[in-house]
């Protein structure tokens, strides 16, 4: 009688798990790919280079919230690059010499601008906030966080 009872309890099982891997299987094909690695950013194409390009090791910056950068992400789609039409896609800095004084948008859109002042602007202000709590006398349990760098070497290393 036992063996008649779980029988059937193992094919609604067999059913139940099965139905979950496929759906799974599914979700996977659409899941987002974060990049763990160094992702190399440099120049747009067709934009002469003047520095080597910058190694920018993405799993180390997961302590933000992913918005920080990706400003324009909703957090449900792919993450589109920062140079996509319509973001940081300006391949040369606007002046005055060409339109008048430019606009904080106008200003933003050259896409070296954009990365300069987003990861050199966060790495000061990492570097700030580490010099007040070293001033402040706390005891501290460990290290402060790197702040990353701020100069041009320490972003772009010298081309060998």
């Known amino acids: 009688m036992q063996k008649v009872g779980i029988l059937p309890v193992c094919f609604v099982m067999a059913i139940i798990f099965g139905s979950a891997l496929v759906v799974s299987g599914e979700e996977d094909v659409e899941d987002m790919v974060v990049p763990m690695g160094i992702i190399v950013l440099g120049a747009p194409e067709g934009v002469e280079q003047k520095r080597a390009p910058v190694d920018f090791p993405h799993s180390r910056h997961f302590g933000f919230e992913c918005q ?4 324009t992400w909703e957090g449900t789609t792919q993450i589109k690059g920062c140079m ?5 896609d300006v391949t040369e800095a606007a ?6 004084t430019p606009t904080r948008a106008e200003e933003i859109r ?23 709590i070293e001033m402040s006398g706390k005891k501290l349990d460990g290290p ?9 070497a320490g972003c772009h290393p010298k081309e060998e």
């Open 68 to 71: 920080t950068c990706h400003h």
């Open 84 to 88: 996509t039409a319509g973001c940081h």
């Open 95 to 100: 002046t005055k010499a060409q339109q008048g």
């Open 110 to 132: 050259y896409f070296k601008k954009a990365y300069h002042e987003s990861c050199i602007g966060c790495h000061k202000v990492m570097k700030l906030k580490n010099r007040k």
């Open 144 to 152: 402060l966080p790197n702040p990353g760098p701020i100069s041009c």
